[in-house]
């Protein structure tokens, strides 16, 4: 091309990171990296059987951290998707809940748990055919 530019034309295809309005953007990408995580995964889906406390969250999500509980825990009650109730009580008894909003996410994060666990060997699979084929 010496030298010459190349204009691109952009052409927005049908989907729904076209219908993100540029003003929101950012927002989306923060909701979705949020809603995304692994840990948030897990604990909305823990969650829906009920009420829990942190020590029985902690024992149900298998390899989380207590820190990363702690962290998860936090950002989901900020956002607004599960209840946090401290009770005045010696000692202190902590309860967490899906709020409604988390409560809507949770027919979705199921379906993403079962889909992980119906495909692990499948992946697991393609991985082992990625590296011994030395494709990187």
Request: contains cysteine; charged residues 25%; hydrophobic residues 40%.
């Amino acid at each position: 091309m010496d030298g010459v530019a190349v204009q691109r034309e952009t052409v927005a295809l049908p989907g729904p990171c076209s219908r993100i309005p540029v003003e929101n953007a950012d927002i989306v990408r923060q909701i979705l990296d949020r809603v995304g995580d692994k840990w948030t995964l897990m604990v909305i889906a823990t969650l829906r059987g009920g009420v829990m406390r942190y020590t029985d969250l902690l024992r149900a999500i298998p390899g989380i951290s207590q820190r990363m509980l702690s962290r998860t825990l936090a950002q989901l009650h900020h956002d607004g998707l599960i209840t946090r109730t401290a009770y005045a009580e010696v000692p202190p008894r902590v309860e967490y809940a899906l709020a409604p909003l988390g409560d809507s996410l949770n027919d979705i994060v199921v379906s993403l748990i079962d889909w992980a666990i119906t495909h692990h060997d499948e992946i697991r699979q393609h991985r082992a055919r990625f590296d011994t084929a030395g494709e990187h």
